[in-house]
T-cell receptor
């Protein structure tokens, strides 16, 4: 069964700084990695995905995937207080019916003004 | 645009009492539907999924049941609540197109406290 570990558990950064979040997974055959953002008392919201080795950039977000080391990272440039939330890494195989990603426990990000 | 509405926002219930939670998805026909549970400090755990009306598959046994009476509606229920049922319940949908780009769209959740 897929195992997903996220680090650090919590991260505090000043406004304007780069926030870097990490996720390792256990199954090298996993094909899809999504990052979700979850604000307190709300459901997670899909942020960015990556499917192949390398990096992907969307606005202030950059995600890096290294399949050889089973590692994916999310970097938030120019972090804002509104970015304060829990970030969840979700890893899955290609869906063919029940889409059942394995979620990590999350990284709690606090961006202070 | 698709919207997902989940109800109620929060519930405080006694052990042994019944429970019914629901969600409705608008703007998407024949979505895959899911119930997730998130214990405080825990990971998201899939409880049920449904690919079509009237068909629901159980993923984890937690003395809960689910039904999909309409294409756009998903219900989670139990006749007798346990203390261990406390947590955050999330309804979600996915397009059901398969492949690696599938993703989940979550509702706002229901906070359940069992006393």
């Amino acid at each position: 069964q897929e195992k997903v570990q996220q680090s650090p558990e919590s991260l505090i950064v000043p406004e304007g700084a780069m926030s870097s979040l990490n996720c390792t997974f256990s199954n090298s055959a996993s094909q899809s990695i999504w990052w979700y953002q979850q604000h307190p008392g709300k459901g997670p919201e899909a942020l960015i995905s990556i499917f192949s080795n390398g990096n992907k950039k969307e606005g202030r977000l950059t995600v890096y995937l290294n399949r050889a080391s089973l590692h994916v990272s999310l970097h938030i440039r120019d972090s804002q207080p509104s970015d304060s939330a829990v970030y969840l890494c979700a890893v899955s195989m290609a869906s063919g019916g029940n889409y059942k990603p394995t979620f990590g426990k999350g990284t709690s990000l606090v961006v202070h003004p | 645009a698709q919207t997902i509405h989940q109800w109620p926002v929060a519930e405080i219930k006694a052990v042994g009492s019944p429970l019914s939670l629901g969600c409705t998805i608008k703007g998407k026909s024949s979505p895959n539907l899911y119930w997730y549970w998130q214990a405080t400090g825990g990971t998201l755990q899939q409880l049920f999924y449904s690919i079509t009306v009237g068909q629901v598959e159980s993923v984890v046994q937690l003395n809960l049941s689910a039904s999909r009476p309409k294409d756009d509606q998903f219900i989670l229920s139990t006749e007798k609540l346990l203390l261990s049922h406390s947590g955050f319940y999330l309804c979600a949908w996915s397009p059901g197109q398969g492949g690696i780009a599938e993703t989940l769209y979550f509702g706002s959740g229901t906070r359940l406290t069992v006393l």
